[in-house]
């Protein structure tokens, strides 16, 4: 992390920026579109986010590390210790975990509450048992907390120009698109750890099942069953976009761009498996470099003209340049988490 990013933050003490600086990596290596989007965003505020992924990042590492040799019992006792460093970081006390650190830092100066954490952490453990689900009202249980918390908890980070509460919804239905999308994206890689997040009654409606699938992913046989179905998953995933699209205009102007530009390309990602007519159980589907660049050109102009509109300073992905500082953090909902 640029220590110009850690300074205008407010964040000092070298122990907590090598936290942040540890969060800031994992957002660079694992996620290419979202750290891409980040570098949009207002100097002061970068921080916190990289906070937020590293943590979503660090959990969904123990449960779906295809590298490791980590048994299911021994994952869950991973994120059982995780679990209790969590608690002990958010509680003020000593962690010992970078991303504990500086997510309970993030947490405490932008107000997040704390339920939306513990919702997600709930969501990585279901991965550990939990292979499949009857339909889309099971699978909105499993994203809330492994989707629709991300958005929550990123609103007061980002700002809003209306109450908080007005913002959540479409907050949380983005967070959910973007996971929907990711579902879509990953199905063949999903089905070989054993786990199928399209609904079964979705599939069933079909002709699909999972043995079905499997055997497509096996012999790389196409069946327009399949194709039928995974069609009507993203028919689904895009009706989700549209519900969160009122909310980019919800947001603080200077944050607005970023989103926008994760808004995009992450819809994106769902034309792309149009194009490649659906064969995501045998390839995964990637937006093109030069269709990245032009998003991120447009982003970074919109940015400009936002944070030049604002009249204050910041920094842009290529340099120095006018940044404002972050917006008073809003009141977290009660009762509300990549």
């Given at each position: 992390m640029t220590a110009r990013e850690l300074d205008a933050a407010g964040i000092h003490e070298p122990g907590l920026r090598a936290a942040y600086a540890r969060c800031r990596d994992l957002n660079a290596r694992h996620g290419r579109t979202y750290f891409l989007a980040t570098r949009l965003l207002p100097v002061d505020r970068r921080a916190a986010v990289h906070a937020l992924y590293g943590f979503a990042r660090h959990a969904d590492d123990i449960v779906d590390d295809l590298e490791s040799t980590a048994t299911t019992a021994q994952r869950a006792a991973a994120l059982t210790a995780l679990e209790e460093q969590l608690e002990r970081g958010l509680r003020g006390g000593r962690t010992t975990e970078p991303v504990i650190r500086a997510l309970a830092d993030t947490a405490g100066r932008h107000g997040i509450d704390h339920r939306h954490f513990t919702d997600f952490l709930a969501s990585m453990r279901a991965d550990l048992t939990i292979t499949g689900y009857a339909s889309f009202e099971d699978l909105g249980g499993y994203t809330h907390g492994s989707a629709a918390v991300i958005g929550l908890q990123m609103l007061p980070v980002l700002g809003t120009v209306v109450p908080h509460e007005e913002a959540a919804g479409p907050a949380a239905a983005l967070g959910v698109a973007f996971q929907l999308t990711n579902f879509l994206r990953d199905v063949g890689e999903d089905l070989d750890r054993g786990r199928v997040y399209l609904p079964a009654d979705l599939l069933g409606a079909h002709g699909v099942d999972r043995a079905r699938l499997e055997w497509s992913r096996r012999t790389g046989a196409r069946d327009p069953r399949i194709t039928d179905a995974l069609t009507a998953f993203a028919a689904h995933t895009r009706s989700?976009?549209?519900?969160?699209?009122?909310?980019?205009?919800?947001?603080?102007?200077?944050?607005?761009?970023?989103?926008?530009?994760?808004?995009?390309?992450?819809?994106?990602?769902?034309?792309?498996?149009?194009?490649?007519?659906?064969?995501?159980?045998?390839?995964?589907?990637?937006?093109?470099?030069?269709?990245?660049?032009?998003v991120a050109l447009d982003g970074l102009a919109r940015a400009l003209a936002a944070r030049s509109r604002t009249g204050r300073r910041t920094e842009t992905a290529t340099g120095p340049c006018p940044a404002a500082p972050a917006r008073t953090a809003l009141l977290p909902v009660g009762g509300e988490a990549a």
């Open positions: 989700v976009y549209r519900q969160a699209l009122p909310g980019l205009g919800m947001l603080d102007p200077v944050s607005r761009p970023c989103i926008r530009t994760a808004f995009v390309l992450y819809s994106g990602i769902l034309d792309a498996i149009e194009a490649d007519d659906h064969a995501v159980l045998h390839r995964r589907a990637v937006v093109p470099r030069r269709r990245r660049a032009v």
